[in-house]
């Protein structure tokens, strides 16, 4: 624990409003100045800001079509923005077929992948209260690779989070969540694909554990989704995922990634649109009457559903296509050249655009280091160590830069030039 007076000197505690409004002009160039520190939300020398660029003109549409709802208060869509509640309809209606949902499924737009894990979460408790009545103190099961929005939730809930042992591929390891799943298990959780290293998880396998324990099983396609679906008509060979396998319960998949929204906007879908009860929560013991919501978040912007439902319009299956098409090229152009470099190994088999490299022979960190310092910002895995890169549509034009860059730096590593001076990686500080 730090002392008050240390705390203070962070100073973040009382400070105070100005006296008097100050002229915006100044206030904006202000504003200016100080965002001069910070990267550029997106640049085709970063791999890293969770910021997705798919050209300028869909930025344009994102952009205008927020801007028009800037100021609606989503909370309140179904009393007032019936506007709002058809595109919401129209996105979870056309992502349900992108996921080969049957007819009964439904779905609900959340502000962000981490939403939809914790309501996916929420509503596989609520299920497993009726369905899993031996569960007296629930656990879920999470592959090495997911995402921490699992393990959060289970903290915020009081529930086991049980986080499975690295396997073999970078891929969840099937027999050990069978070994696993025991009376107080109510979730097992795969990614489609995870984040680290952008492999899918053996789905057809969890979901036959799911559907013999008679567990929830939620796909997390963050990233697969708007990627797969593409992917896959482009011929390319992608392992099964969604709803056309038997025992996945629901899925997430992310429109502010792949999707080009601006963020704010992620989907719940579920199988079984009976399983909504389980996800809505519905209060109304206070004096302003019946407030019954499928979402964690309260009020939040119309900005970014509008923008979902204007890019998908504009883009249509077409530009998707052409977008993933020349994404996964440059995937391939990546994978190739640093395999063609000496000592060099890439974990696992990316399907999307996530790539994750490092060497079992020098210090990979000391290559992502001598890169930053020719002016490429990558990010870090931990476990195993390595160059972590996530692609969109800006890095096409760069691949042979990257690689000669990338082919001179282990150079000078292996010469030992250079060493890492951080060690350890770090997601989101
Ligand atoms: C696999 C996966 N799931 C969920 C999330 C959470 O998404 P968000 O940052 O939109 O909350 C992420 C974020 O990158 C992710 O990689």
């Not at 103190?137 to 592959?143: A, C, G, R, S, V």
């Not at 963050?222 to 992608?238: D, E, N, T, V, W």
């Not at 998949?253 to 906007?265: C, I, P, S």
Request: with cysteine.
């Amino acid at each position: 624990m730090k002392r008050c007076e240390d705390l203070a000197d962070q100073n973040m505690s009382n400070s105070q409003l100005p006296p008097h409004g100050r002229n915006w002009k100044k206030v904006k160039a202000e504003i200016k100045s100080v965002q001069k520190d910070d990267a550029p939300w997106y640049s085709e020398r970063m791999f890293i800001g969770g910021s997705y660029f798919g050209g300028e003109e869909v930025v344009k549409v994102a952009n205008e079509a927020y801007q028009m709802y800037i100021n609606y208060n989503g909370l309140y869509a179904t009393k007032v923005f019936p506007s709002l509640v058809r595109y919401e309809r129209d996105i979870v209606g056309t992502l349900l077929g992108m996921m080969n949902a049957p007819n009964c499924a439904s779905g609900s737009i959340t502000t962000g992948g981490t939403e939809s894990l914790i309501m996916a979460v929420k509503t596989a408790h609520a299920w497993a209260h009726d369905h899993r009545s031996g569960a007296t103190e629930p656990e879920i099961l999470i592959p090495h690779a997911a995402h921490p929005a699992f393990d959060k939730t289970a903290h915020l809930m009081g529930i086991k989070a049980v986080r499975m042992p690295q396997s073999d591929g970078f891929r969840a390891d099937v027999e050990a969540m069978g070994r696993a799943i025991n009376a107080n298990t109510i979730m097992l959780a795969a990614s489609a694909p995870s984040y680290p290293f952008g492999v899918t998880d053996p789905i057809p396998e969890i979901a036959a554990l799911s559907e013999k324990h008679g567990l929830w099983l939620h796909v997390d396609a963050c990233h697969g989704g708007f990627i797969f679906p593409f992917a896959r008509k482009l011929g390319y060979s992608i392992p099964d995922y969604d709803f056309a396998v038997p025992g996945v319960t629901s899925i997430s998949v992310d429109v502010h990634k792949l999707g080009y929204a601006n963020k704010g906007v992620s989907t719940l879908l579920l199988r079984d649109a009976n399983l909504e009860t389980y996800q809505r929560y519905t209060f109304d013991a206070w004096p302003s009457g019946t407030y019954s919501t499928q979402n964690l978040m309260g009020s939040r912007s119309g900005g970014g559903l509008a923008s979902a439902w204007a890019v998908l319009n504009y883009l249509g299956e077409e530009g998707y296509l052409e977008r993933v098409g020349e994404i996964l090229d440059t995937r391939e152009r990546f994978l190739a050249g640093i395999r063609r470099i000496d000592g060099l190994e890439i974990w696992g088999e990316p399907q999307a655009y996530l790539i994750a490299f490092g060497s079992n022979v020098f210090d990979i960190f000391a290559v992502d280091e001598g890169m930053a310092e020719r002016g490429w910002m990558g990010s870090r895995l931990q476990d195993p160590p390595a160059i972590h890169l996530f692609l969109d549509l800006s890095h096409s034009a760069i691949v042979d830069e990257y690689l000669h860059d990338l082919a001179e730096v282990v150079r000078v590593v292996k010469s030992g030039e250079i060493q890492s001076r951080e060690k350890g990686a770090s997601y989101s500080r």
